[in-house]
């Protein structure tokens, strides 16, 4: 229920952030080739609103298994050896993740006074989406790597697809 109810939110506010954008650079590039004018604040918005929403993005694609893998090597091995080398490659994504994320909320103290020259707000809530999907992503990794290590039904025959 919980997982459902994150996955929902984040979907909301991928959508809502998108539809942002495309409202303000539309808007800017009338204002700017129709008009002449242009609002200040359209590039930081835009620049920040996009970083939101690949973090965001990036967790969904966790969620849904849809990042890059290469897996012609793992899907000619045993089926054992195959989890084993998930199992590790899932081990090594979450070292990472948490490497960003502790790294994330290291630069946070730094960024807490320093302003968006245009839309006078803190840079903290810019750098905070390093480490709020830095989690949101282990926690839609969870499932993967309990499918991995104890063999459930949703994982069994994934080393048999012939996508690569």
Partial sequence: ?????????????VILGAAVI???VSTEVVLR?????????TEELSR??????????SALAVR????????????????????F????AYGLIIIFLVTLGIEGIRILPAQRYQMFITIDVSMFYFYLAIPVGSVLMIFFL????????FDTPANRGAFDKTED
């Fill in 1 to 13: 229920m919980v997982y459902r109810l994150v996955s929902r939110i984040i979907e909301a506010l």
């Fill in 22 to 24: 495309v409202a303000l």
């Fill in 33 to 41: 080739y129709l008009f002449k004018h242009s609002l200040i604040f």
């Fill in 48 to 57: 920040c609103l996009m970083v939101w929403i690949v973090f965001l993005g």
């Fill in 64 to 83: 849904d298994d849809l990042h890059i893998r290469i897996n012609v090597v793992v899907k000619r091995l045993p089926a054992c050896l195959g989890r």
């Fill in 85 to 88: 080398v998930n199992a590790a």
């Fill in 142 to 149: 969870l499932p993967h790597i309990r499918n991995v290590l």
